[in-house]
């Protein structure tokens, strides 16, 4: 005990208190504190997700108080309310009052005996305050100061203790970054909060909050380790299988936490830090040879330099419809081809990104090029009976490209869209959504398009399809702007006929304006913007130039207390057959696929060969669920086509301190990147592989413990190389060890042992 | 009563012990949750009898459990003296200049009964507090046993040896003149012209 620590005063059970305060940390105060308030927060219901519209419904959210939560003075430090703490329990209302002979954190203890707005809790929560926050709140240490406890606070708390700010500090920022205008109402309950704008955003805060601190209050509870929490989840268990290519153990890696440090993991989930807004960009069928120090794409080039690039990013598939898929939920569901044509053919309720950001209160857009404009969404993108079809898919899907045959052997026009390359039209359930309309929105595009009066478009920028030499390079320029002059000098204030849905050209541009992008948003160019039908030409440099200006131009790129990353990538290389990251039959001679049961708590009970159907329990937010994949072709998955590109280019490099130029030469593929975003937006727990998506679970320590069932990765000649894994650079190469790099053609600076530096490109400083 | 009747009452109580010097006053007041303070302390009327000042000998005690020092294992916890402090709006915090004033009309109190130097020491072992301060908005009434408080009963929302109103109730409070307490002398006087009385009587009925 530190020397400076006030006497313990005596109690009613003077000696539990002594064993408390025998473990205080030195940061307790000389004075009373006695504290009123309210431990309030979001109950949120989550979007049921049904393949069919009917079914579905979308969530909601409303602001909640606790009762029957445990609030007490945090005497040591650790999280947790112990016996022989000042504690109390809250009221019906929420409220409690509590004093303490000495100033210390307080915790709210959130079991599953309390109630949510009398609903029950499924998962226990713990929220906290910092002193800091009652100090501030404290008139008198002998008067009653109020402070409530909130996710909010618990989140301007593990920002005094993890990023060295002040209470005032941290206030403002948090207010900043979640746009709360009146910072006085940023730490209230929200239901005491009278701003409808600071409210919304209060409850949209504290039910992402919320399943984070649950994640953490889980890490405590299983008793997880520091090792496992940043994100090297095969220290503990991997000198038992793979000694070689042994990730070490630092010093505290088997250490467990209490809830102070794992709540700062959770927002770090496998080391992967939380950002506000991702904007994936994705373009089509490059292998990274082919773009990067290309002459033609110097734009692109510029970022993957200025920002950080990966490697050994892996392709999926060939063609493009699996590397969608994989973008889309982490898996190829075995296809090898179009066969999902048309959509939305994965069905049963299968996870995937778009539905797992909804069901953690976060948002997602997708932005395709040559979409038709429009600020409410294109509700014509949804029915799948008019895709492709001629009687108003037409105009989405314009049929200027190769036609495409489907599983039904019905042959469907191509277009400038390309539907296959939204990542979530695939997913019955999340195009069941009702909102999902209003999230598949217009990006730069219109190539080729007819408009209302039947009049070709034309486009403002050459088409120099095949342009590679310097002299035919052309200025960039706003897509949008053009087709808005289009537009203005030909009166067209709708693009279709009967279109009744306000006209926005530029909707991204309007989104970014708005600060209304989703948290997630895919932007997928058209077919002539994304090098699909070009090539890498400049044309589709300036696409990327002119979408990667708006974004860095907007108010939530240039606010710092945003965190905005920029994804560039490719669905595919075009390299060759190769693959990693994820069950790979090609290296294994075509196993079939293996049935895999998990308990709640992820770990594996049975197995079975598995023939057709396919079933699997995952557990996810919402509980355990069984998916069947029919039929289950999972020995023709993950073909893999190539290494591709992969740069991250963030606000945190722009305007922080975040570094850039690095690179990072371990493995990756399409389903590490789903899992890292996964990781960055929380939706996932790390400690239960089943609540990752499909093969994303396929971790080092997944692939060790089912060995037996899983021949294939039994026989993997390297494991880590086969396994999964967040992009957090986390694995290091021990000393000597070469690289698998010689899938890639555009050699890395090292490919024997330790990467110059070990920095997660995501790092946010 | 109403509260505003009782304060009245309770102003003409005091108002009619003006002339006779230092008293002792009883106080009490009733928490929204059911939770008492009671205790006395001497003081002089002032004000038309509607406060007290000189305030001294302070007793207080919450629910039953006095403020006073607790022993364990051979060490004492506490201070056997209470002081008082008044609530200074100006500084936003308890002073040592401010003469302290109890009020009969609770919504005029603005004062601290602890066990330590409240404008100094921020770590009493008990205290009771009546604030109305306009200037900075505190309304709270507040009474703590930190010696008995460290561990709490889990009863809902309350804790035994908390009590907290805010903003304060004026009409939970009372604050009466206790009943003189008679000395031997006076006594012995008393008796004298009772006999004198009852003597002279009995004189009257034989005549």
């Not at chain 2, 009546?130 to 889990?154: K, M, P, R």
Request: glycine content about 8%; hydrophobic content about 35%.
């Amino acid at each position: 005990m530190n020397s400076n620590f006030p006497l313990p005063r005596p109690t009613k059970v003077a000696a539990a208190v002594a064993s408390v305060l025998a473990l205080c940390a030195p940061s307790a105060f000389a004075s009373v504190s006695i504290v009123q308030g309210v431990v309030g927060g979001a109950y949120f219901t989550p979007p049921v997700f049904a393949d069919t519209a009917a079914a579905s419904s979308p969530s909601s959210t409303a602001a909640s108080v606790y009762a029957g939560a445990t609030v007490c003075f945090d005497l040591n430090g650790n999280g947790a309310c112990d016996p022989g703490e000042p504690s109390t329990t809250t009221s019906a209302t929420g409220s409690f009052k509590l004093s303490s002979s000495i100033l210390a954190p307080l915790v709210a203890q959130i079991s599953t005996s309390a109630t949510n707005n009398g609903n029950a809790i499924a998962s226990r929560d713990v929220f906290r305050v910092n002193v800091a926050q009652i100090q501030a709140a404290t008139k008198s240490p002998l008067l009653a100061a109020t402070v409530n406890i909130t996710p909010l606070s618990t989140e301007v708390a593990l920002a005094i203790e993890n990023q060295g700010v002040t209470y005032n500090q941290a206030v403002a920022t948090l207010a900043q970054r979640i746009g709360v205008s009146n910072t006085a109402n940023l730490l209230l309950p929200p239901t005491q909060i009278t701003n409808a704008s600071d409210q919304a955003a209060v409850v949209k805060e504290s039910v992402i909050a919320q399943g984070r601190l649950t994640l953490a209050a889980k890490f405590v509870d299983r008793g997880d380790t520091v090792g496992e929490l940043r994100g090297n989840f095969d220290c503990p268990d991997v000198a038992s299988f793979d000694s070689a290519n042994a990730d070490g153990c630092s010093g505290t890696d088997l250490n467990t936490v209490a809830i102070p440090a794992a709540q700062e993991y959770a927002y770090n989930l496998e080391g992967m830090p939380q950002y506000d807004y991702v904007f994936v960009i994705i373009e089509e069928n490059e292998s990274q040879s082919s773009v990067y120090g290309s002459k033609t794409l110097p734009y692109i080039n510029s970022l993957l330099t200025s920002g950080n690039l990966y490697y050994n990013y892996f392709s999926t598939s060939d063609p493009s419809e699996p590397n969608y898929l994989a973008l889309g939920a982490a898996d190829d569901f075995g296809q090898t081809g179009d066969e999902a044509i048309p959509y939305p053919s994965i069905i049963g309720g299968v996870p995937n990104l778009v539905n797992s950001m909804k069901a953690a209160g976060l948002t997602w857009h997708s932005y395709e090029g040559s979409l038709w404009p429009s600020a409410a969404g294109t509700t014509a993108n949804v029915g799948a009976s008019s895709w492709n079809t001629g009687t108003g898919g037409i105009y989405f899907d314009n049929p200027a490209e190769s036609s495409i045959t489907g599983a039904d052997g019905i042959t469907y026009p191509g277009g400038v869209v390309a539907k296959k390359h939204n990542t979530g039209v695939w997913f019955a359930d999340a195009v069941a959504q009702p909102d999902y309309p209003s999230n598949a929105r217009s990006i730069s595009g219109a190539y080729g398009s007819t408009d209302v009066n039947g009049n070709a478009i034309p486009y403002s920028y050459p088409s120099n399809t095949n342009a590679t030499a310097s002299s035919n390079y052309t200025a960039a320029g706003d897509w949008d702007n053009a087709l808005q002059a289009y537009a203005t000098a030909n009166n067209i204030t709708s693009w279709w006929s009967g279109n009744t849905q306000p006209w926005v050209q530029d909707q991204f541009k309007a989104d970014l304006a708005s600060g209304n992008v989703a948290n997630l948003n895919i932007i997928v160019p058209d077919t002539k913007d994304d090098m699909h039908d070009t090539g890498t030409v400049p044309r589709t440099d300036y696409w990327v130039e002119n979408v990667v200006k708006k974004i860095e131009s907007s108010a939530i790129w240039n606010d710092p207390t945003k965190r905005v990353a920029i994804v560039i990538t490719f669905d595919e290389g075009e390299s060759a057959t190769t693959s990693c990251c994820g069950w790979n039959p090609e290296r294994s001679g075509d196993g079939k696929a293996q049935l895999v049961t998990f308990t709640a708590n992820g770990t594996e009970v049975s197995s079975q060969s598995a023939e057709s159907p396919f079933t699997e329990a995952w557990k996810g937010a919402a509980g355990t669920s069984n998916l069947t994949f029919t039929p289950p072709p999972y020995s023709n998955g993950n073909h893999g086509h190539g290494v591709t590109t992969f740069g991250v280019y963030t606000n945190q490099m722009a305007q922080g301190n975040a570094p850039g130029g690095l690179y990072d030469t371990d493995y990756y593929s399409h389903f590490s990147f789903v899992r890292s975003l996964q990781d960055i937006f929380g939706l996932a727990d790390p400690g239960l592989p089943g609540s990752y998506m499909n093969r994303s679970k396929y971790t080092e320590t997944f692939i060790n413990e089912n060995a037996t069932v899983l021949p294939e990765f039994a026989g993997s000649a390297n494991p880590h190389f086969d396994a999964v894994r967040a992009m957090n650079h986390v694995y290091q190469f021990p000393a000597g060890v070469t690289h698998v790099t010689s899938l890639g053609t555009v050699t890395p600076p090292t490919t024997v042992g330790p990467d110059p530096s070990q920095t997660n490109l995501w790092a946010t400083q | 009563m109403n509260g505003y009747v009782k304060a009245a009452v309770v102003a003409a109580l005091l108002g009619a012990s003006a002339a006779a010097g230092a008293s002792t006053f009883d106080f009490s007041y009733t928490f929204a949750d059911g939770q008492e303070v009671t205790g006395d302390f001497t003081g002089t009327t002032t004000n038309g009898g509607q406060s007290v000042t000189n305030v001294g000998n302070i007793q207080v005690a919450l629910n039953g459990i006095a403020f006073a020092p607790v022993t364990i294992s051979g060490v004492t916890y506490g201070n056997s003296t209470l002081q008082a402090n008044a609530w200074n709006p100006s500084l936003g915090n308890f002073d040592d200049t401010t003469p302290v004033t109890v009020y009969a009309n609770g919504a005029l109190n603005n004062f601290i009964f602890s066990d330590v130097d409240a404008a100094t020491n921020s770590s009493p072992d008990y205290e009771f507090a009546y604030i109305n301060d306009s200037t900075n908005g505190i309304y709270q009434v507040v009474a703590a046993n930190f010696l008995q408080s460290d561990s709490f009963s889990q009863a809902e929302g309350n804790s035994t040896q908390l009590a907290l109103d805010s903003p304060g109730i004026a009409s939970s409070w009372t604050l009466t003149e206790a009943a003189p307490v008679p000395i031997p002398a006076a006594l012995w006087l008393f008796a004298s012209g009772l006999s004198f009385f009852g003597i002279r009587g009995r004189r009257r009925q034989a005549a």
